[in-house]
């Protein structure tokens, strides 16, 4: 996995108890994701998510990549991770990662109050406790954090990135840095559902 530095001030420091919902993927060291904006405006195609060393860290299927169905969350050898779903009829836009069996794994939800937009719910296996993330600052502005709720910061989003090849970079490229100890799969889903609700707003 890749590790540089994000241009966003704070340090990420390794989070313990390790949180999220796959061991398999807590990042062993800070760990940069590429994501690219509307990733959803391309109907019909699967994508990854990869970090900057070009290794897949997770895939997306769906045949037409809206959130009117549920889509699957895979792993690079194709199994399964999670679904997503946009909750339909909910007052504030939210979307639910489900098991296999259409069972609730985490939710995401726009939030209405001072300093944070999105939040995100779940119970933390390692601890049997329910963890909110919130994500503060302009996710696609290119300057925001996503930290536990009362704590430390998990994961930075970023427009720059420091000794980056430029081969990664567009103006619609954005680097999330996820801190040791986190689950890499949960936070690139967490984003993607961030960008989808920011670009319904458009």
Known sequence: ???FTSSAPAQL???????????????????????????????????SVKD???FTVVKCHGQALSFRDRKVINDPNGQFLFGLRNKLLSIHKTFIGETKDEKELFRIKKRISFGSKMEATFINPQTSQQVTLLLKGD??????????????????????????????????????TVAPGVDLALIAAICICFDEAKNEEK
């Open 1 to 3: 996995m890749g590790f």
């Open 13 to 47: 420091h390794p989070i313990n108890p390790p949180l999220g919902l796959h061991p398999s993927y807590f990042a062993k060291q800070p760990t940069t994701l590429i994501l690219k904006e509307k990733v959803f405006s391309f109907s019909g195609d699967d994508f």
């Open 52 to 54: 900057t060393n070009g």
């Open 139 to 176: 996710f696609w502005g290119g300057s925001a954090d996503i930290s536990i709720e009362n704590g430390p910061i998990v994961a930075q989003i970023t427009r720059e990135l420091f000794n980056a090849r430029q081969i990664f970079g567009d103006q619609q490229t954005y680097y999330v």
